[in-house]
């Protein structure tokens, strides 16, 4: 359902109220969804959000730049004047900082770890299929090439064919020369005759 039509059916329910009809349940539309406290979000587009984070947390530029910001901080928060210290000695604030970094990288290094599970599930069932088709071709060529070779069996080959003919040749030129033979003989002219 739209948001055009989700929309629509909120006014047609409220001038309902107002004008104490009582509407319609239509039971060919689903029904529009009641509000939520929660808030809404996008699976897909959070999913890809934190695929992108913990694709940047597991790289050496995340961890450069994390040593470069502590590094900073600690060295500002000791030699800089007394009043412009945010942060003293035990650094309870970096901790803090720290802490929450990681509260929210686990979770988020956990979702992606998830998506990738899944997608590597699909294209492993994928695979999986093509190497089922594969197999079968594979199977069904193998007894068709095995059909062949039967069938050739009783078929005439190309040299079984050109090895008939030259005896067929020799057989007619023996022929002829036999009956070459027998024309030049003076008694088969009178037999002839």
């Known amino acids: 359902m739209g948001v055009e039509e989700r929309e629509s059916a909120k006014e047609r329910a409220r001038a309902a109220a107002v004008t104490g009809e009582r509407t319609r349940v239509r039971l ?14 996008d699976p897909e587009a959070f999913g890809r959000l934190s695929e992108k984070i913990a694709r940047f947390l597991g790289t050496g530029r995340f961890i450069v730049w994390m040593t470069v910001l502590i590094i900073v901080w600690v060295t500002w928060n000791v030699s800089a004047p007394a009043p412009l210290r945010f942060d003293e000695y035990p650094f309870i604030f970096l901790t803090l900082a720290l802490s929450l970094q990681a509260s929210y990288a686990a979770p988020l ?3 992606a770890q998830n998506r990738q ?17 594969s197999i079968a071709d594979t199977e069904y060529l193998t007894r068709e ?39 030049t003989r003076p008694s088969a002219r009178r037999h002839r005759e």
Do not use: C
């Not at 060919?28 to 979000?41: G, I, T």
């Not at 599970?117 to 088709?133: F, G, I, L, M, S």
């Open 28 to 41: 060919d539309m689903p029904r529009a969804p009641r509000r939520s406290l929660l808030p809404e979000y």
């Open 109 to 111: 290094i956990l979702l």
């Open 145 to 183: 090439i095995a059909a062949l070779r039967l069938g050739l069996g009783e078929v005439a080959t190309r040299d079984w064919i050109r090895s008939e003919l030259e005896e067929r040749f020799k057989e007619l030129e023996e022929r002829r020369y036999e009956e070459g033979q027998h024309e």
């Open 117 to 133: 599970d899944d997608r590597d599930r699909v294209t492993h069932e994928q695979d999986r299929k093509q190497n089922e088709r």
